[in-house]
């Protein structure tokens, strides 16, 4: 399909926001002046599992500048729980109360609040707070929450398996009986956390007067916050507004209403007073969200040549103590999309999700990240026990360009993609033909170097027939608004939630393109539920599919009424041949443009204030707006190709070089796409070779601070190099795709098969994350 031709869309120009967020004027929640406003302090448990045997007060209330301390029993009467029961089958329903009122299910669960005037006060006042526990046998990992008579994490459910589903299509069995080998693989991938700069935090201002709560907040998805703020809180959503104006990043952990939020919006209802908080960094770790800690088992069925014959994936998850989301949201979506870019038909998956004393799980950047280590990694395992090369099985059981759109094996559609394209681009700029060649002259000198490939399928926007198909409730619409003013002067808003993502720039252009103006006159609004429209925020890759076009839409809606009326001023019978460059109205004649001295200013001016003047049966005034529902699913694609060096005596990693192939369809803008795709990169690395949320035996959270839970700084990471491909996506107007996801995928798969390429001559097989030294050398050591 040729490249769409755009005039503003794919410029690079320079962020807008970077402006006021370089230079100190953000407008982070802390930022946000409050007179008169109270601080929160939570009081949390030692204990990862317990009965609540009682809750003294008494000594916190009696210290100067101490408003109140409330309990669980407090909040249970000015709120309302949150029950998790979608109909989904093989799913438990469960249900939480805003805070704890008889046990508490994880270290860290929180169980009162103190307000006071300052934050010193309230933590201090904290300390005096005495909770009396009754301690319980806790669960410490999937295995123990599965074994029998293991103590429930929710006595409100059967068991601690609060999912399974079982998936089965075509002959599995029977092609394992065919199959030259079946290759068995298994992959772990550890707990881990989204550690935005800026952690959570809240400011709730309640007006008596008007019976009305503001909530200043960092969220992803401000309206569907707004909708459980409301409705947890007895009020209707006209009472409620949340203003989530510059967010410090989110990577998935402020999608959801959490407690403690909820628990400081109640409190300044109930005191008339607004109440402000702030997490600090251990509780971040202790208690915000967890995500991962999946253990994968495939089992592929091959012929003798490598070709896959059929596929069978068991998934098995901890996903902590509370549901915030459907438990088994994230593994199902692993198990759907696993098999990405290659054809198979017969396949099987079986997901099992268990409750365990640990701090709930939540989608983190990439909820389905493992997708593509599994996939790659199984294809890598079918190299090695064949003796075959990685990236000719590769080759073998991809999809053909000719034989897209391509159905997998679960009924998910991959159209306009090009795996094929972006893997031969890989491996040809890391030099894949020479590389074998240096990996044994490396090896003759005691140095031992690997290269890992990993071909991504990105899902990056799901669109409401998606989440009927699946029999789950939700829509993925996104709606937007656009004003051109009597000036001239373009506003504009979409339902996202930005994160730092560069959304008010790109967005900005592509207003620019639909309208026909320049970028600098638009400005776009988001973040604040009484301006912007009613979206579902900023989740997955969907603000440059979902957000990009539905402002692109709604801009050609206004495009259309402008030369009407601009047509109608120059005598014209009809708009055609007209059009609007820059804000300057335009004509055809004979093949030539020619400038016809309207300008938007004065088109807008008539639409405002002559509005007889407008065409016959015109409504007055340029005030647009547009919804606009995705197809069910949008796919993007890459390929990764990294080349490492181990040390195996410490077993240090060295990444040489990384290249990725791209294919995200139409750029918005180049300078925002690439730092998206370095981000996700850097986040997967970061994840694959150092982060780990570490739980001893007893549940204990022993990773408390940023000593023990490590990440990756500049100089642990390599240069990445970008290779751009741009196949625009025929079911979205702009022809955008998406990408800010598949970074972490790929790179969580091309490092860790890497590592077995460097670990080959010693026979042994990383199946674990992180790869840290110590793992890789406790490998080398057992040989």
Not at 111 to 140: F, G, K, N, W
Not at 501 to 509: D, I, K, S
Not at 694 to 699: C, F, I, N, P, V
């Amino acid at each position: 399909m040729p490249k769409p031709r755009f005039r503003h869309i794919g410029a690079a120009l320079p962020r807008k926001e970077d402006l006021r967020l370089l230079t100190g004027h953000g407008r982070y929640v802390d930022d946000i002046e409050i007179p008169g406003a109270l601080h929160a302090c939570f009081v949390r448990s030692p204990h990862p599992h317990a009965r609540i045997a009682g809750i003294d007060t008494k000594a916190a209330l009696s210290m100067p500048g101490v408003f109140a301390v409330f309990t669980g029993k407090d909040l249970a009467q000015w709120t309302t729980p949150l029950r998790m029961a979608p109909p989904i089958e093989g799913l438990h329903p469960v249900e939480m109360t805003t805070l704890p009122v008889d046990k508490v299910r994880f270290h860290g669960d929180p169980v009162a609040c103190v307000i006071a005037t300052s934050r010193y006060l309230a933590e201090d006042a904290a300390e005096q707070v005495e909770a009396d526990y009754e301690a319980l046998p806790a669960v410490a990992d999937f295995d123990q929450a599965l074994a029998p008579g293991a103590p429930l994490v929710d006595e409100s459910v059967p068991s601690n398996l609060v999912s399974r589903q079982a998936f089965t299509t075509g002959e599995v069995a029977a092609r394992k009986r065919e199959a030259h080998r079946v290759v068995e693989c298994t992959f772990s991938q550890q707990r881990m956390t989204h550690l935005p700069v800026e952690t959570r935090g809240c400011a709730a201002v309640w007006d008596e007067g008007r019976r009305h709560l503001t909530l200043h907040i960092g969220s992803q998805v401000p309206h569907p916050l707004r909708t459980q703020v409301a409705a947890r809180m007895r009020l209707s959503e006209s009472q409620v507004t949340i203003s989530s104006l510059d967010v410090g990043g989110g990577f998935g952990q402020k999608i959801a209403l959490y407690r403690e939020e909820l628990t400081v919006a109640a409190a300044s209802r109930q005191l008339k007073r607004p109440v402000r908080w702030r997490e600090d960094r251990m509780e971040n770790l202790l208690a915000a969200s967890h995500a991962r800690e999946d253990r994968c088992r495939t089992r592929a069925a091959v012929t003798k040549e490598g070709r896959l014959l059929g596929l069978e994936l068991q998934i098995e998850e901890d996903f902590g103590a509370y549901c915030f989301y459907p438990a088994n949201y994230l593994a199902r979506v692993v198990a759907m999309i696993l098999t990405g870019p290659y054809k198979v038909r017969d396949y099987a998956f079986e997901v099992k999700v268990a409750l365990t004393n640990k701090c709930g799980n939540g989608p983190m950047r990439a909820p389905m990240a493992i997708t593509s280590w599994v996939m790659e990694g199984t294809m890598d395992a079918i190299a090695r026990e064949l003796a075959l090369d990685p990236l000719e099985v590769r080759r073998l059981n991809m999809v053909e360009p000719g034989e897209l759109p391509y159905a997998m094996p679960t009924g998910e559609v991959i159209a306009d993609i090009t795996p094929r394209e972006t893997l031969e681009a890989a491996v040809k700029a890391i030099d894949y033909a020479g590389f074998r060649a240096r990996q044994a002259a490396a090896r003759r000198e005691g140095r031992y170097l690997g290269l890992g490939l990993c071909s991504v399928v990105e899902s990056t926007t799901y669109g409401s027939r998606f989440y009927k198909a699946a029999g789950i409730p939700g829509s993925g619409h996104e709606a937007a608004w656009l004003r051109i003013e009597p000036s001239g002067a373009v506003n504009a808003s979409v339902g996202l939630g930005p994160t730092g993502q560069g959304y008010e720039t790109a967005f900005a252009q592509v207003v620019a393109e639909g309208l026909g103006v320049e970028p600098a006159s638009v400005r776009v609004h988001m973040g604040n539920t009484d301006v912007a429209p009613y979206g579902m925020g900023s989740r997955g890759a969907r603000g440059g599919t979902a957000g990009s076009a539905t402002l692109f839409l709604c801009a050609r809606d206004a495009n259309e009424k402008v030369l009407a009326i601009a047509a109608k001023m120059l005598g014209f019978d009809s708009p055609e041949g007209l059009r609007m460059v820059d804000g300057r109205v335009e004509r055809e004649v004979l093949g030539e443009r020619i400038e016809t001295g309207i300008a938007l200013a004065q088109i807008a001016r008539t639409a405002y204030l002559d509005p007889t003047a407008l065409p016959a049966g015109m409504a007055p005034g340029l005030d647009f707006s547009k919804t606009y529902d995705p197809p069910p699913m949008t796919y993007s694609n890459a390929a990764h190709a990294c080349e490492v060096e181990l040390d195996p005596e410490t077993g240090a990693l060295r990444i040489l070089r990384y290249f990725v192939a791209e294919d995200c369809g139409t750029v918005l803008n180049p300078f925002v796409v690439e730092g998206q795709q370095h981000g996700a990169i850097a986040m997967g690395l970061s994840g694959a070779l150092l982060e780990h949320m570490r739980y001893d035996e007893h549940a204990q959270n022993i990773t408390g601070s940023l000593a023990d839970y490590l990440v990756a700084t500049a100089t642990d990471l390599p240069r990445f190099e970008i290779l751009a491909m741009h196949t625009p996506s025929r079911g979205n107007p702009v022809g955008t795709k998406g990408m800010a996801e598949g970074g972490v995928m790929g790179s969580i798969g091309a490092i860790a098969n890497a590592v077995n390429d460097a670990l080959a001559p010693f026979g042994v097989i990383a199946d674990r994350q992180p790869l840290s030294p110590d793992y890789l050398r406790s490998l080398l050591r057992s040989k």
